[in-house]
């Protein structure tokens, strides 16, 4: 029976992302179609952070390392090493993936604060040595002219192919992140979230599940780091900033930490709202920084605290958000 609701779960969200997919059919703008590109890159970004800090409870604030490696790998080997395209998004997963396994281990030892820290240094230290790799990064002028996304003979030039092609990718990274939250090694993260003690006494390897939570958004985020790269045709060191791990984890805790609809909705508010307030010019900034002090006062749990509160989007919970709750209450693993 479990089985048949998720299957309707996501036969129904797949016809509503297919919907969603025809908007380039109706008309709308290039420019539109291009920032719906950048917000499927930073939902999977919400998405890679969502599986250490949302979770399993590892506040990181290094994601603009994974996003950054990432966005390196795939133009170097697609232009100086002939991969394909492809190989080159692969490759940077895999090499993002040993990325988050390292900085696992490294930080096995430290939380709280002292872990965001740490994860945090691992960009400013990528960032270095994108700006002194001139040879093979370019310095501080970066990479230019990037290629296009392309299979093969198929490419992806236009905006609504690139828009298309996102679509099916978050889609993917969606049906992933369900399942893992949905899954034994799910629950194991949501046990160590809750109390280490106790998920020790139950047998469940905190060091191995802590360090697994790293390596899977490792690979998230060098997936969205290789389409990064790809969608802007340009990319210089400034992708390890320290406002682009901010920005990534604002996503996570605006949205609702701890839930994967919070994490999308969280990256596609934060995606679109500079773009909202950005014809009131030097005053944009001002606005943005105060509607987000507001969010987080008055709605410490995320948006989506608010809208579950709403009847009308319980069919959203039926899609998404009803087994999180299922997890929370089955929190227990075995060993």
Not at 109 to 124: D, E, I, Q
Not at 266 to 286: D, K, N, Q, T, W
Request: net charge positive; glycine share 12%; proline share 3%.
């Amino acid at each position: 029976m479990l089985n048949i609701k998720r299957k309707l779960k996501f036969a129904v969200l797949g016809g509503l992302l297919t919907l969603f997919a025809m908007l380039p059919l109706l008309g709308i703008s290039r420019f539109f179609l291009y920032l719906f590109s950048q917000t499927f890159i930073y939902i999977i970004l919400a998405l890679s952070l969502h599986i250490v800090a949302g979770l399993s409870g590892q506040f990181s604030l290094g994601h603009a390392a994974f996003l950054g490696l990432g966005a390196y790998t795939s133009p170097i080997l697609t232009m100086r090493f002939g991969f394909p395209f492809w190989g080159g998004i692969c490759c940077s997963m895999v090499f993002c993936g040993f990325l988050g396994l390292f900085m696992g281990v490294s930080c096995l030892k430290v939380r709280g604060v002292y872990l965001a820290l740490v994860t945090l240094g691992f960009g400013m230290i990528l960032e270095r040595l994108c700006m002194n790799l001139t040879g093979l990064t370019g310095g501080g002028l970066g990479i230019i002219d990037i290629p296009h996304l392309a299979f093969g003979q198929l490419k992806f030039s236009s905006e609504a192919s690139i828009f298309f092609l996102f679509v099916v990718i978050v889609y993917l990274v969606i049906y992933l992140s369900f399942n893992i939250r949905n899954s034994r090694m799910g629950r194991a993260f949501v046990t160590i979230r809750e109390n280490e003690v106790a998920a020790a006494t139950m047998g469940v390897n905190i060091s191995k599940y802590k360090v697994i939570a790293f390596l899977i958004s490792g690979v998230f985020g060098g997936l969205a780091g290789g389409l990064f790269a790809h969608l802007k045709g340009y990319i210089d060191p400034s992708v390890f900033s320290i406002e682009t791990s901010l920005l990534i984890f604002c996503m996570v805790i605006i949205g609702g930490m701890g839930s994967l609809p919070g994490a999308v909705i969280g990256a596609v508010l934060l995606s679109f709202l500079p773009e909202i307030v950005r014809p009131l010019a030097e005053y944009r900034m001002l606005i943005y920084g105060i509607l987000l002090i507001i969010l987080i006062i008055f709605m410490p749990k995320g948006i989506i605290s608010l809208i579950r509160k709403i009847p009308r989007f319980k069919i959203f919970w039926f899609l998404l958000g009803s087994a999180e709750k299922n997890v929370d209450k089955h929190n227990t693993v075995a060993p």
